[in-house]
Structure formats: structure tokens, C-alpha cells
T-cell receptor, first 111, second 112 residues
Framework: QKEVEQDPGPLSVPEGAIVSLNCTYSNSAFQYFMWYRQYSRKGPELLMYTYSSGNKEDGRFTAQVDKSSKYISLFIRDSQPSDSATYLCAPGGDSSYKLIFGSGTRLLVRP | NAGVTQTPKFQVLKTGQSMTLQCAQD?????MYWYRQDPGMGLRLIYY???????DKGEVPNGYNVSRLNKREFSLRLESAAPSQTSVYFC???????????FGPGTRLTVT
């Protein structure tokens, strides 16, 4: 079993839809839960992150963590074509300062 | 600030050739990382350096060596390239006390 599992997609939605991207993880020591966005042929860029359980909102983006079920979610409201990218979840926090990356979910927002 | 820079952007090598990938950051970060990204595999950690003067193996270190030249620079060397090392290589950096890793633009390496 991989430490972090993420559905590769692709996920295709119409513009304006609410998007839900998810990951599961196995290491209960993780405390930080990062989300990166990666456009084609570019480096990953940090989108947002949460610490421990709970929600965090930043504009149209909401990150959610349920540590009891080891489940990480990223919601995108009012999705735009510019949101078309690969989204990678990356938990960390087992004292090593390393992140463990999911394989990424490719999102396509159709105009 | 340029952030994290990587050179070269593209490289084609023949099997058995050697090369060094360069990475530099201007954010005064202590920790630096090298990853490779392959289709369907996500980002896999090759080596990392928690601070100047230290390096440690990651998930996939075989066939690679690293040098933390100073606080700003962290290089990755392929001594004898193999086709299995065809990949996109990313360098990242972060402060020691958090997990916000910032990535460079990547180096696309093809080994024939």
C-alpha cells in the first residue's frame, strides 16, 4: 500500500462547477497537509495547507482534513478554465520535514 | 527574488554519460530537496539536505549523488546515466521549521 493514494483522474467538469479532489494516507503521524497545483510542463506551486484536522479557506479553495479517517480533501468553488492543472496532495510532519506526494489528479475545467 | 532556479532546462544524454544538475535558491532557506517526477508516480524524493553540510538519502537514491555546495546551492550528479533515469527533475527548498516547499521549474532529462 502506498503511503499516499490519489485518484489520477482525469476529472472533467464544466466551468462554474464545484470540484472535490481527495487523497487518503496511511501514516497517522502526519500533521501538515499540503496541496500543490502543477500546470503542464511547470514546477509544482504551493496552493494552501492545513495543520492537524479541520478546514482552511482561501478564496474559492477550501482544504479539509479528517485525521480519524486519514482523508484529505480540496474543494474548488466556481471552477474556472484557469484551474485546469494537476493537483498534488502532500502530507508531512513526522519530524523529518519531508513531504510525501500523491501521484496527482488531473483536472480539466471546460469553458 | 528569483526563488528556486535550475539549470539546464533540458538535457539529452547517452547511456553511460555523466552530468550535474544545478539548483540555487535565494530565499535563505536551510533545507533543499531533489525529486524526480515520472508519469503516474508523482514526485519521488531522491536526496535532501536538511541544512548546509548535511545530505540524506530519500526514496530513490540509487544512481545519484548530491553536493550541498553552500546554503544557496544543491547539485545532483548522475555518474553513469541509464535510460531508467529519463525523467523530470525538480529541486525544492524550505525553511527548517516548516513544510512549505518551493519548487524550481524543473529539468527534463532524456537518456538514450
Amino acid at each position: 500500500q502506498k503511503e499516499v493514494e490519489q485518484d489520477p483522474g482525469p476529472l472533467s467538469v464544466p466551468e462554474g462547477a464545484i470540484v472535490s479532489l481527495n487523497c487518503t494516507y496511511s501514516n497517522s503521524a502526519f500533521q501538515y497537509f499540503m496541496w500543490y497545483r502543477q500546470y503542464s510542463r511547470k514546477g509544482p506551486e504551493l496552493l494552501m495547507y492545513t495543520y492537524s484536522s479541520g478546514n482552511k479557506e482561501d478564496g474559492r479553495f477550501t482544504a479539509q482534513v479528517d485525521k480519524s479517517s486519514k482523508y484529505i480533501s480540496l474543494f474548488i468553488r466556481d471552477s474556472q478554465p484557469s484551474d485546469s492543472a494537476t493537483y498534488l496532495c502532500a502530507p508531512g510532519g513526522d519530524s523529518s520535514y519531508k513531504l510525501i506526494f500523491g501521484s496527482g489528479t488531473r483536472l480539466l475545467v471546460r469553458p | 527574488n528569483a526563488g528556486v532556479t535550475q539549470t539546464p532546462k533540458f538535457q539529452v544524454l547517452k547511456t553511460g554519460q555523466s552530468m550535474t544538475l544545478q539548483c540555487a535558491q535565494d530565499m535563505n532557506h536551510n533545507s533543499m530537496y531533489w525529486y524526480r517526477q515520472d508519469p503516474g508516480m508523482g514526485l519521488r524524493l531522491i536526496y535532501y539536505s536538511a541544512s548546509e553540510g548535511t545530505t540524506d538519502k530519500g526514496e530513490v537514491p540509487n544512481g545519484y549523488n548530491v553536493s550541498r555546495l553552500n546554503k544557496r546551492e544543491f547539485s545532483l550528479r548522475l555518474e553513469s546515466a541509464a535510460p531508467s533515469q529519463t525523467s523530470v527533475y525538480f529541486c525544492a527548498s524550505t525553511r527548517t521549521d516548516n513544510y512549505e516547499q518551493y519548487f524550481g521549474p524543473g529539468t527534463r532529462l532524456t537518456v538514450t
